[in-house]
């Protein structure tokens, strides 16, 4: 059954900039998110850490990142940094891998390679000549076989994301269920339970892993769905509270204030959302 609240963007192939965020603006990068279909960034100036399903790594300037559809992620877009980010419809994701992928192309004529296939591709998306969508595609699938292609050069190198550690794989199956169940009621407690360890354990291991507790974790995942429901709907600030599985909308709007700083009525309107109706 689809979400009623879903605000997914639309199956279609969309390339968006990277570009430094003010500090009001950075859980727009940096707050825990998925999406139903894969991205992959590109980021061709700066450095920072990207956290990818509970596994934290730092990029940097040439970096290449592949997420597959409905992984929990987030990063750091500091003052120099500057890329893109692809959002890949499904139609195409069995041109791409089924996991994880974090390249650093250190070749020259590579990194001039990908800057060449991002600059024909933003070109096509925003051409008005006729078979550019078909042409945007092309230039996607030739991105695919360009990713492929450095994973076979680069090998061993890519391991970073592979979950090859016993915390490793614990924290990326307790993201996974986040993923799957963070409207829920439930808390590290009971996501623990599922996995069959303590909440002790899994919050030592997600330390280890990403420097940020289970708790941490399952919290900036529905905060940043709360921020993305008030920015782009108009559904009633109850309503939000219930498809988070909040038991009342004065208890959202307490956590929403706690974790943000703002009430979720006075984020709406700061970010320049005014709904037509809002309960409070």
Known sequence: MSDPMSNEPPQTLKLDPIVQTSAADRWKTEAMRSHATPRLIYMNRGQGRIIIAGQISSYSAHSVIFIPA????????????????????????????????????????????????????????????????????YHTGILSVFLERQMDVLGPELARFQNDTPA??????????????????????????????????????????????????????????????LRDTDHPVQNIAANLGFGSAAYFTRSFQSQTGETPSGFRKADGTEPSTEAH
Not at 102 to 127: M, P, T
Not at 178 to 204: F, M, N
Request: charged residues 25%; hydrophobic residues 40%; contains cysteine.
């Open 168 to 229: 490793a794989r614990l924290v990326a199956a307790f993201t996974d269920l986040v993923e799957r169940d963070y409207k829920s009621r439930k808390g590290v407690a009971d996501y623990a339970s599922d996995l069959g360890v303590t909440p002790t354990h899994l919050t030592r291991c997600c330390n280890e892993t990403c420097g940020a507790s289970a708790l941490a974790l399952l919290t900036d995942r529905i905060m940043h769905e709360a921020r993305r429901l």
């Open 70 to 137: 409905n992984t929990m992620y987030g990063y750091e877009a500091g003052p120099m940094v500057f890329g893109a980010v692809l959002n890949i419809p499904n139609a195409m994701a069995s041109e791409w891998p089924n996991e994880t992928v974090h390249v650093r192309l250190r070749d020259v004529h590579a990194q001039k390679e990908i800057a060449n296939l991002f600059d024909n591709l933003d070109r096509e998306l925003n051409s008005e000549k006729p078979g550019r969508t078909r042409a945007a595609h």
